[in-house]
C-alpha cells in the first residue's frame, strides 16, 4: 500500500515531480533511520519554509544573509547645458554583501579544503633532466603567489599594527551573464556568481558541491526609462542620440551595480585585511582580491568598458581591428601595448557630455575615445580600488564562445558554404550529414549520437559543436578535391590540436610550449586556408542565414506576420566570405599567458557560470513567475542553510563507499537488467564473476573454428606462466597446452566490462566495454619495440568471458593444483595502415584496419588486465567496405545483419583529453608509461619570439590620439566595422549600429550551453571519481 500511495502522489498534482527525484525522497528521506512520520502530523511547508527564512544567523561573523532589494541611481545627461544631468533610479537590484558573503565562505565546512598558502607544483619525469612546472589550480598559480607575497608585506591599520595573525588571500573568481529563465516569455535573470580560488577547481566544479555563491541579480533598465528620459533629455527625439543614451545608461548601469557592491567596508578589508574566524577555528586576516571575471565578449565590453567591435575591440590590447587575423604574428605587440583604462580621457569625455552637453556620439566625444574603443563610462573597478588596479587583466579567456561556439563555429560553418559552392555542391553536404550520422558513439556522452543533418546547424549547443571538431576529419576527408583537400585535413587536425591543448586541465611545460608553437602555426595555416583555398570558391549564405536575415529585415520594416514569413523565402542570398578579422580569433593568443598566469582553462571557464544558471531556473520553475527574482534569491538562501552540512556528509557517504564491497554488475542480454554496484576505482578493471550464462566449450569451439582451441590455451598458459603480454605467439606443445584444463568444460558470458584508469591529471575514471554495443574497442601497449612502431594495438571485443582453470603442472602431482578463476576477452585484432604515417608531425589521425581472417593473429584471446581503456574508432568513409576480410558472411565477428567491414578506420585522438594525452610524447603526468618519444611531436613552427608584424605603436600618453603612422588605416578600420558586422560568430544582433556597448542579451541555453560531459566524464560537473 506505501507503493501505492507514493505513486499515486508521484502522477497526481504538480507536473514538477519526476522519477528520479521521487526515488531520491525514498532513499534520502523515508528510508532514513532518523526519519519519523510522527514528526509530521501537524507538518506545513509553508511554515517550515518560513521558518528557514527568518533564520537567526548562527553568529555575527558567519551570517547567512539574504538578498536586500535596493534601487540604483545612474546619472542620465540632459542634452542642454542650462539643464542639470538627472538621477534616474533603476529598480530592483538584488545583491548580497559581498564582505559578508566572504566571511560566510570561509566559516562554512567547506572552508576546511580551503589552501591557505600556495605553492609551486612540480612533476619529475623519469626521463628529463630537471622537474617541469605544473599549471592546473588558481591556488599554484603565479597570480596567487606574487598576491600572496604582497599581502605579507602590506602594512596593516595603525588600530592593528600588531596583529600577527596568519595572512592569506581570498582568489576571487566572477562570472556574470544574462540568461532567460523559461522557454517562452521575457522572463530574464543577471546574475554575479561568485568562487574562490582557494577551492580546488575539482570541487568547485560540482554544481552540488555549494561553492557557487549568488552575489547580485542585475536589474535591466525598465520601460518607464524611456518615458523619464523623453521629458528629461533635450535630444531624446533624435533616433541616433536615442540610441546613444540608451546604450550609455545601460554601461552606466552595470558599473553603478559594483560601485553599490565595492562598499567602503569591503574596500576597508581590500587594503587592510578582515579578520575571519575560520571553518577550522584558526583567525587569519583574509585579503580579498578580484583574480579572475568570466564572461562572454558582450558582457566583455561592457566590464572593460569599451566599445563594441570598435576600432580597437580587444579588451586586453589596443591592437587595431584590421590586424585581428595576425594571430601568432602579433605577439610584440600584445606584450607591449595591453590595454589599461584611460582615465583622464574618459574624465574629459565625460565632462564634455554632463557639463556642456556635448552629444554622447558627438565628435568631440569621439575624438577623445574612438581610436581606442573607449566609452564615457568611468569604470566601478578602477574608480573604488584605484587606477593601480587594471581590468582588463582579470577579463580571462573563454574557450567556449570564444573557440568552440567562435572560431570552430566560424569555420564549420564557413566549411559548409565552401562544400554548397563546391560542383555537385548539395550532394556533398547530404553525404557530410550520412557520414557523421555513422560515427559511433563513445563513453558516456563523451560523443552523442549525430541524428539529425548536422549542416543544419539546428539548436546545437557548445558540446555538440565540441563532437563536431572531434568527429570532422573523418566526416570532411575527399569531400573537397586535391590541394585544398590536403590543406582542410591539416586545418582540422590543427584545429583539433589546438582545442585539445587548450582546454587541459593539467599543463606541464611541455604542453604549454606546444601550444605557444602551434598557435602561431594555427594563425598561420588559418591566414592561408582563407587566402588560398576560400578565395577559389564563390562562397554565399547558407539557406538558414539567409532566412534569418530576410526576417530580420522584415521585422525592423516592420512588416505583418505574413510579410515576414514571405520575406524569409524569397531573401536571396548574398556573398559570404571567411572572416578571420574577428576578437575571438584574436583571443587564441592569450591562452599560453593566461594559463601560464591563472592555470588552466577550466578553472575560469564559463561553462561554469552556464551550470549556475540552471539552479535558477530550476528555482523559477518553483516559483509563481511574479517577483522572480527575489523568490530565486529566498530560494537560494534556504537552499544554503539547509545544506550546511551537506560536505561533511558527502565526504563521510565517500568514505563509506571507498569500503564498500564490490558486487559487479553482469548479464548478456539488453532485455536483462541488473543493477550495477558502485564503481571501485582502485581496482583496473570490474566483470561479473556471476555463472548466469555457462557456454559449453566444444560449442564455442564448434562455432568459432579458426584455431580458437589452440589460441585460448596458448593464452592461458601463457598467464599461467605468468609471462609478459606479447600478442600471445608462443611456440607451446600440444603436450603443454594439454597443462590448461577448463573445470566443467564450460566458460561464461557476461554483459560488460568496466576498465579503470588513471587520467592524464591524476583522477581516476573508467569505460564501460560492451560487445553489443560501439562501445566495443580498446587499446593495449603494444609489445613491439623497435624504432617508428605505433604505441598501441587496437582490437574489438567480441566476448567477455571467465573461467575456472586449473593448471596440472608436470613438476607437481594433480592434486596440489589450484584452481584459478581467470578472466578473458575473445577480441579481433586491427592492424595499422601499413606505409602510412600519422602522428602531430604529419598532421594525420593513426589509421586502421581488420586483420584479415587468413591470418593467424585475426582472432584472439585477451587478459582484462593489459587494456588500457576503450578507444574510439571512426571509420575510413574516404575507403569504401569490403566482404573480403571475413570468409564466412555470418561471422560472429559482425553484427548480425552485417556482411561487409569498413576497409580502414581512423583512432580519434581527440576524444577526450586523456586519450590526447596518451599520444602526447611523454604523456600525462597521470600516465605511468606512455611508449613514445618526442620524434613524432610537433611541426616546423618559428619559435614565438622570432615571429612578429610591425604594428604601429598606439598612443603612449593618457590621451586616446592615434599617431600620424596610424592614420594611414583609420579610414580603412572604417571600412571594416561594415564587413564585421556580417560575421555572426561577434556579431551581436541587439547592438547599436555605430558599436557601442548595450546590454547583453540573455543566452539561449540551447544553442550556447555547455554539456556537462564533454570528454573525459564532466568537464565541469561531474561530482564523481573523475572529472577529467
Known amino acids: 500500500m506505501s507503493t501505492w500511495r507514493l505513486m499515486r ?19 534520502e528521506v523515508l528510508l532514513e533511520p532518523d526519519f519519523s512520520v510522527n514528526d509530521l502530523r501537524s507538518f506545513s511547508a509553508q511554515r517550515e519554509n518560513e521558518r528557514v527564512d527568518n533564520a537567526t544567523p548562527p553568529s555575527a561573523e558567519t551570517p547567512f544573509e539574504g538578498f536586500t532589494k ?26 548580497r554583501d559581498l564582505l559578508s558573503v566572504i566571511k560566510e565562505t570561509f566559516a562554512d565546512p567547506l572552508a576546511l579544503k580551503y589552501h591557505f598558502s600556495p605553492f609551486k607544483l612540480f612533476h619529475q619525469p623519469p626521463s628529463a633532466d630537471k622537474p617541469y612546472r605544473v599549471h592546473g589550480e588558481i591556488y599554484t598559480s603565479d597570480a596567487f603567489i606574487q598576491e600572496h607575497d604582497r599581502v605579507q608585506r602590506t602594512a596593516l591599520h595603525p588600530d592593528e599594527s600588531g596583529c600577527t595573525r596568519e595572512r592569506t588571500v581570498a582568489a576571487l573568481m566572477f562570472w556574470s551573464d544574462s540568461t532567460h529563465l523559461a522557454q517562452f516569455g521575457n522572463a530574464k535573470l543577471w546574475p554575479i556568481y561568485m568562487m574562490l580560488g582557494n577551492l580546488s577547481k575539482y570541487i568547485r566544479s560540482q554544481p552540488n558541491s555549494q561553492a557557487c555563491h549568488h552575489l547580485a541579480y542585475i536589474p535591466s533598465l525598465p520601460d518607464s526609462f524611456q518615458d523619464w528620459a523623453k521629458d528629461h533629455c533635450a535630444k531624446w527625439s533624435t533616433k541616433s542620440q536615442k540610441a546613444d543614451i540608451l546604450t550609455h545608461c545601460r554601461r552606466e548601469l552595470m558599473h553603478a551595480v559594483w560601485k553599490f557592491l565595492l562598499t567602503d567596508e569591503f574596500l576597508h578589508a581590500y587594503k587592510y585585511g578582515v579578520v575571519i574566524m575560520c571553518a577550522d ?22 566590464l572593460a568598458t569599451i566599445r563594441d567591435k570598435g576600432l580597437c575591440p580587444c579588451p586586453r590590447c589596443f591592437i587595431p581591428k584590421s590586424f585581428l587575423d595576425k594571430v601568432g604574428a602579433d605577439l610584440r605587440f600584445r606584450n607591449s601595448r595591453a590595454r589599461y583604462f584611460i582615465v583622464s580621457a574618459v574624465r574629459r569625455a565625460r565632462e564634455l557630455i554632463y557639463k556642456f552637453a556635448v552629444p554622447i556620439g558627438g565628435k568631440k566625444v569621439q575624438d577623445l575615445l574612438k581610436d581606442s574603443s573607449s566609452v564615457p563610462t568611468m569604470n ?27 572560431v570552430w563555429k566560424m569555420l564549420f ?18 553525404r557530410l550529414d550520412e557520414r557523421f550520422r555513422q560515427i559511433p558513439t563513445f563513453g558516456n556522452a563523451t560523443i552523442r549520437r549525430f541524428t539529425a543533418n548536422v549542416s543544419e546547424m539546428k539548436k546545437l549547443a557548445a558540446r555538440d559543436f565540441e563532437d563536431l571538431l572531434q568527429c570532422a576529419i573523418p566526416a570532411f576527408e575527399g569531400l573537397l578535391e586535391g590541394e585544398h583537400n590536403d590543406r582542410l585535413m591539416k586545418l582540422l587536425y590543427r584545429t583539433a590540436e589546438w582545442h585539445a591543448l587548450a582546454k587541459l586541465r593539467m599543463h606541464i611545460d611541455p604542453t604549454l610550449e606546444r601550444l605557444d608553437k602551434l598557435t602561431i602555426e594555427y594563425g598561420r595555416i588559418m591566414r592561408e586556408f582563407r587566402d588560398l583555398t576560400c578565395a577559389d570558391f564563390d562562397t554565399v549564405e547558407l539557406p538558414r542565414e539567409a532566412r534569418a536575415r530576410g526576417r530580420r529585415q522584415a521585422e525592423a520594416a516592420g512588416l505583418s506576420a505574413a510579410g515576414v514569413q514571405a520575406a524569409e523565402k524569397t531573401a536571396p542570398r548574398k556573398p559570404k566570405k571567411m572572416n578571420l578579422l574577428t576578437y575571438k580569433f584574436h583571443a587564441l593568443g592569450d591562452y599560453v599567458p593566461f594559463i601560464r598566469w591563472f592555470g588552466t582553462s577550466d578553472s575560469y571557464s564559463t561553462q561554469a557560470g552556464e551550470l549556475a544558471h540552471r539552479l535558477v531556473k530550476l528555482y523559477y520553475s518553483l516559483s509563481n513567475k511574479r517577483e522572480a527574482a527575489a523568490q530565486i534569491g529566498k530560494r537560494y ?39 550495477l554496484d558502485d564503481v571501485i576505482l582502485q581496482v583496473h578493471h570490474q566483470m561479473s564473476d556471476r555463472r548466469d550464462h555457462p557456454i559449453a566449450l566444444s560449442t564455442f569451439l564448434q562455432e568459432n573454428p579458426l584455431d580458437a582451441a589452440k589460441q585460448l590455451q596458448d593464452h592461458l598458459l601463457n598467464r599461467v606462466l605468468e609471462r609478459k603480454f606479447d600478442g600471445d605467439e608462443e611456440d607451446f606443445t600440444d603436450e603443454d597446452r594439454n597443462t590448461i584444463r577448463i573445470i566443467n568444460q564450460k566458460i561464461y558470458a557476461v554483459k560488460t566490462l568496466r576498465i579503470n584508469y588513471t587520467t592524464y591529471d591524476v583522477r581516476r575514471d573508467s569505460d564501460l566495454i560492451n560487445p553489443r554495443t560501439d562501445h566495443c574497442t580498446v587499446m593495449v601497449r603494444s609489445p613491439e619495440t623497435h624504432p617508428g612502431v605505433h604505441p598501441y ?39 595499422t595502415e601499413p606505409g602510412y604515417r600519422s602522428g602531430s608531425r604529419f598532421a594525420k589521425l593513426p589509421k586502421v584496419g581488420f586483420v584479415p581472417d587468413t591470418d593467424d593473429m585475426a582472432f584472439g584471446f585477451l587478459d582484462p588486465s593489459v587494456v588500457i581503456r576503450a578507444c574510439h574508432l571512426i571509420p575510413d568513409f574516404n575507403s569504401d567496405k569490403t566482404s573480403d576480410l571475413l570468409q564466412s558472411l555470418n561471422s560472429v565477428a559482425r553484427r548480425p545483419g552485417q556482411d561487409e567491414d569498413w576497409s580502414n578506420f581512423y583512432v580519434d585522438i581527440f576524444v577526450d583529453r586523456d586519450m590526447f594525452m596518451r599520444y602526447f610524447p611523454g604523456g600525462g603526468i597521470g600516465h605511468a608509461d606512455v611508449p613514445m618519444d618526442g620524434s613524432d611531436n610537433g611541426s616546423e613552427v618559428t619559435a614565438a619570439s622570432e615571429v612578429n608584424i610591425d604594428v604601429p605603436d598606439f598612443a603612449t600618453d593618457h590621451g586616446s ?5 596610424l592614420e594611414d588605416f583609420s579610414d580603412e578600420e572604417e571600412d571594416l566595422e561594415d564587413r564585421d558586422s556580417e560575421d555572426e560568430s561577434d556579431e551581436d544582433p541587439d547592438s547599436d549600429e555605430d558599436g557601442n556597448g548595450a546590454e547583453p542579451e540573455p543566452d539561449d541555453d540551447d544553442n550556447d550551453n555547455l554539456g556537462a560531459d564533454d570528454g573525459e566524464g564532466s568537464d565541469i560537473g561531474d561530482s564523481g571519481y573523475a572529472t577529467a
Open 9 to 27: 502522489w508521484l502522477n497526481s498534482g504538480s507536473s514538477v515531480k519526476s522519477e528520479a527525484e521521487t526515488t531520491r525522497l525514498v532513499h
Open 70 to 95: 535596493v534601487d540604483v541611481d545612474i546619472e542620465v545627461p540632459s542634452g542642454h547645458k542650462d539643464t542639470p544631468s538627472g538621477t534616474f533610479k533603476v529598480p530592483g537590484l538584488y545583491y
Open 281 to 302: 577555528k584558526v583567525e587569519r586576516r583574509v585579503f580579498p582580491r578580484f583574480f579572475t571575471y568570466s564572461a562572454d565578449y558582450p558582457e566583455k565590453v561592457l
Open 380 to 406: 566601478a573597478f578602477v574608480d573604488r580600488l584605484g587606477l593601480d588596479f587594471n581590468p582588463a587583466k582579470m577579463l580571462v579567456v573563454d574557450l567556449m564562445h570564444e573557440f568552440e561556439l567562435g
Open 413 to 430: 560553418t564557413h566549411l559548409i558554404r565552401l562544400l554548397y559552392a563546391s560542383p555537385n555542391g548539395a550532394a556533398l553536404v547530404e
Open 637 to 675: 538562501r534556504r537552499s544554503r542553510i539547509l545544506n550546511r552540512t551537506r560536505v561533511t556528509a558527502r565526504v563521510k557517504d565517500a568514505a563509506k563507499k571507498q569500503t564498500k564491497k564490490s558486487v559487479h554488475a553482469h548479464h548478456v542480454a539488453f532485455s536483462t537488467s541488473e543493477r
Open 793 to 831: 594495438w587496437y582490437a574489438q571485443i567480441l566476448g567477455i568471458f571467465h573461467a575456472q582453470v586449473i593448471h596440472l603442472d608436470p613438476r607437481r602431482s594433480q592434486q596440489s593444483s589450484q584452481t584459478r578463476h581467470m578472466e578473458f576477452l575473445w577480441v579481433r585484432w586491427l592492424g
Open 961 to 965: 590620439r592615434i599617431p600620424p603612422e
